[in-house]
């Protein structure tokens, strides 16, 4: 049935396709018995897949990767579609548009997808304020993730204060922060990656986490481009500044390897790559992290995961949870169900 939807939408543009399908699903939940009905087809019911981290209870160990809920905007309908956490954002300090339209792209041939958004968000404030009203209305929560990045505007040297001010706005309705540096759509971001510029932001975040009665869960979220020799770094300081956990891993700039016809991708132009082309060095990333990290920080995989056996594949080679995000794209709303059917049979 999702096959015949999924060629029907993918006849339009990707990022109005996105928003006109999660407000289609927003509308169906506001009637009780609809979203009740909805989330027995697809809310996992195994037993045994549960899973605490961080000292956080996941109802299973599928979640949504960032950027999908960019603004925290349907939080209850991705809870009703099975998701064992999801995490909102990326968030900024003030409210960006993004880069310009279009920015979103999918190369069906490859299952993949590119991106240039630019961190488009309503800014750190009214997502608060919409994380507030969601936590006071809703009896059972599903647990959420910040991820946290700078405006386009701020320069890197003062990176650490825009991530200051994100932590210190959601500390209170969030349940653990996700750091991101990784991503390739805002110029510069990326050179936050090397060690000097993320000890300046962790100093900080960890300065403030400490001051509260009950600090939160603080992973960084790192690209699959890295070598081996900037792995081993951000081990090292991953173990100094007693993170919590990472996210392996953001989009890809590589290009190689894809069935897409060359001259669409010239076409398409810049922007980070997601999918079935990311699953094989994401795999990669995670089983050297989990071996460098001897079980002393979790991983949270995510790249490339579109059914079962791509999960078995990420947790086996070290990976505590997982996040979809293209496979939701490709797979459709009963991802998170197979994923843990497949989970509970093995």
């Given at each position: 049935m999702?096959?015949i939807?999924?060629?029907?939408?993918?006849?339009?543009?990707?990022?109005?396709?996105?928003?006109?399908?999660?407000?289609?699903?927003?509308?169906?939940?506001?009637?009780?018995w609809?979203?009740?009905?909805?989330?027995?087809?697809?809310?996992?019911?195994?037993k045994?897949?549960?899973?605490t981290?961080?000292?956080?209870?996941?109802?299973?160990?599928?979640?949504?990767?960032?950027?999908?809920?960019?603004?925290?905007?349907?939080?209850l309908?991705?809870?009703?579609?099975?998701?064992?956490?999801?995490?909102?954002?990326?968030?900024?300090?003030?409210?960006?548009?993004?880069?310009?339209?279009?920015?979103?792209?999918?190369?069906?041939?490859?299952?993949?997808?590119i991106?240039?958004?630019?961190?488009?968000?309503?800014?750190?404030?009214?997502?608060?304020?919409r994380?507030?009203?969601?936590?006071?209305?809703?009896?059972?929560?599903?647990?959420?993730?910040?991820?946290?990045?700078?405006?386009?505007?701020?320069?890197?040297?003062?990176?650490?204060?825009d991530?200051?001010?994100?932590?210190?706005?959601?500390?209170?309705?969030?349940?653990?922060?996700?750091?991101?540096?990784?991503?390739?759509n805002?110029?510069?971001?990326?050179?936050?990656?090397?060690?000097?510029?993320?000890?300046?932001?962790?100093?900080?975040?960890?300065?403030?986490?400490?001051?509260?009665?009950?600090?939160?869960?603080?992973?960084?979220?790192?690209?699959?481009?890295?070598?081996?020799?900037?792995?081993d770094?951000?081990?090292?300081?991953?173990?100094?500044?007693?993170?919590?956990g990472?996210?392996?891993?953001?989009?890809?700039?590589?290009r190689?390897?894809?069935?897409t016809?060359?001259?669409?991708?010239?076409?398409?132009?810049?922007?980070?790559?997601?999918?079935?082309?990311?699953?094989?060095?994401?795999?990669?990333?995670?089983?050297?992290?989990?071996?460098?990290?001897?079980?002393?920080?979790?991983?949270?995989?995510?790249?490339g995961?579109?059914?079962?056996?791509?999960?078995?594949?990420?947790?086996?080679?070290?990976?505590?949870?997982?996040?979809?995000?293209?496979?939701?794209?490709?797979?459709?709303p009963?991802?998170?169900?197979?994923?843990c059917?497949?989970?509970?049979?093995?």
């Amino acid at each position: 049935m999702y096959a015949i939807v999924r060629f029907i939408l993918f006849q339009f543009n990707t990022e109005a396709v996105h928003y006109f399908s999660m407000n289609s699903l927003r509308f169906f939940c506001k009637f009780g018995w609809l979203r009740s009905f909805i989330s027995k087809q697809f809310t996992p019911t195994q037993k045994g897949i549960s899973k605490t981290l961080f000292g956080l209870t996941f109802g299973n160990p599928v979640g949504l990767g960032a950027g999908f809920d960019k603004n925290a905007s349907y939080l209850l309908e991705l809870q009703t579609l099975g998701f064992g956490f999801v995490e909102i954002g990326t968030v900024t300090p003030l409210p960006q548009e993004g880069n310009s339209k279009p920015r979103l792209f999918r190369l069906p041939k490859d299952k993949a997808l590119i991106n240039r958004m630019g961190f488009n968000n309503d800014g750190v404030a009214i997502i608060a304020k919409r994380l507030q009203a969601y936590k006071a209305t809703t009896k059972h929560r599903i647990i959420i993730g910040g991820n946290i990045g700078k405006n386009k505007i701020t320069p890197n040297e003062d990176a650490w204060k825009d991530y200051l001010i994100c932590f210190k706005e959601l500390h209170d309705v969030v349940d653990y922060f996700v750091v991101n540096v990784s991503s390739p759509n805002t110029p510069g971001l990326r050179e936050l990656q090397e060690k000097d510029a993320l000890t300046k932001i962790f100093k900080e975040l960890q300065a403030y986490n400490f001051t509260k009665a009950t600090p939160k869960p603080l992973l960084l979220k790192i690209a699959p481009d890295l070598t081996n020799e900037q792995l081993d770094e951000i081990v090292a300081l991953a173990l100094e500044m007693k993170l919590d956990g990472l996210v392996a891993t953001n989009t890809t700039i590589d290009r190689n390897n894809l069935i897409t016809d060359k001259e669409i991708l010239t076409q398409i132009g810049a922007g980070g790559l997601s999918g079935k082309p990311v699953e094989k060095r994401n795999t990669e990333v995670v089983t050297y992290l989990a071996k460098k990290l001897n079980g002393q920080i979790p991983i949270i995989a995510s790249g490339g995961i579109f059914n079962g056996k791509d999960a078995a594949e990420k947790l086996k080679a070290g990976a505590s949870l997982v996040q979809v995000w293209t496979g939701f794209v490709y797979e459709g709303p009963s991802i998170v169900n197979n994923i843990c059917s497949y989970l509970a049979g093995r």
